[in-house]
DNA sequence: TAACCGCAGATTGTTCAACAACTCTTGTGT
DNA sequence: ACACAAGAGTTGTTGAACAATCTGCGGTTA
């Protein structure tokens, strides 16, 4: 007996909005009136209210009292923070990871993803897929608690992704590293793997710092 | 001009929630019915859901759809996976950081706090001042988003807490560790701290998984 | 002109009442 | 004993209302 996902109404209103903050079209800075939201999301004030209580949870919005919540825009310092963390979860996990295929396919096919999405011209894919990469890096691990943290962090990053003038650039050098890394992973030198990782993030930070507004 | 911090009642329903929890006037498995916390809370029924939002984000309350939410019951599992995170996080933050001594102060106090209790006998406040000097510990990192992280899993590990008949041995033999750990960082051998955390965790982990109901 | 003040107007915070959708229990029939 | 339907109770969602707070505009004063 499987259960049935009813998304419900707030459930709804959160995918909505997720998506529409992902996909850029709502810039971070917005601000997200309560009154005007309800007609073109079918829901009651007090539902969306509810769907913005866990967007701001989940660090996506944030709410300045009385006057309303906002798309949530990233300091450089909050991205610094971001990467520190990315850092120490990722490659903990990876050196850590014992070498076995089942675990690599996960990895393997993040990979694959984020390399049709390259041919095709398809960034904002390939952005995704990357994501995709590092969440299935941090899975090696085995704790839906660092898996939910992940997450998390990013879907936090995506906002400053969207934020960004040129995508090819964010995400183009990133694509082969994986590749790299994976493979030096599936030929059983994790520690190895894992000093890579470290160089990748930090070039990254300095990719996404460097592509802020 | 210094901002108020006006709670709010959606903001003290929460509060009183979590209080009540972490003081084991609701145990774990507790269902909390919507209509009959009301009265008790002077909160509509619209804010206490607003409530039960953020308490469900931070772990500590569990939603069945349909069914109601009730105070989480940690299984052995996640019990696992809280200390394995609490391994990962609290060393790394140990052993990367350098010695200074006003980074060992929050340390030093959180350990006296602890000592002071233990004196009086009061068993409940000597965990609040352990996890205070854990959280002190993630501090060494310098990342508000570990700070946040980490005072969600000291709050949800006070749940296994309160369910665990005999306080006084899972409390007390931590104590002298404290010390012992805070004394090895002031030294400034930082990695031997750090080593010394993880047996610490390890012998922790066992204490509270024997004393499970 | 520029700075300050106060007053509408709009928005958020909170409450209340109602109804729909769902779950659990109870009682009935076979 | 088992299946099933009716009922009661709870959650999910809506809409309206009011208080508290912020914003912006216009007027006053130096």
Not at 40 to 58: D, G, H, M, Q
Request: net charge neutral; glycine share 6%.
């Amino acid at each position: 007996m499987t259960t049935v996902e009813k998304p419900g109404s707030a459930a709804r209103a959160v995918e909505q909005l997720r998506n529409a903050m992902i996909n850029g079209e709502l810039a971070p800075g917005t601000r997200l009136s309560e009154t005007s939201l309800t007609g073109p999301l079918k829901v009651s004030r007090n539902t969306l209210r509810e769907a913005f209580s866990t967007l701001i949870e989940e660090g996506l919005l944030v709410r300045q009292p009385h006057r309303g919540v906002f798309v949530a825009s990233l300091s450089p310092a909050q991205i610094a923070d971001i990467y520190r963390v990315r850092v120490l979860l990722e490659c903990s996990a990876l050196s850590q990871a014992p070498t076995d295929p089942p675990r690599a396919a996960g990895l393997r096919t993040a990979v694959d993803d984020a390399g049709r999405a390259a041919s095709a011209g398809d960034w904002r894919a390939v952005g995704t897929a990357n994501m995709h990469f590092h969440e299935q890096i941090v899975a090696l691990a085995g704790s839906p608690r660092l898996d939910s943290w992940m997450r998390q962090l990013t879907a936090e990053l995506r906002l400053a992704f969207v934020a960004a003038p040129d995508p090819e650039a964010l995400h183009r050098p990133f694509v082969a590293m994986n590749d790299a890394i994976t493979s030096t992973y599936e030929a059983g030198d994790a520690n190895r793997a894992a000093d890579m990782l470290r160089d990748y993030l930090l070039t990254s930070e300095r990719v996404v710092l460097g592509n802020l507004p």
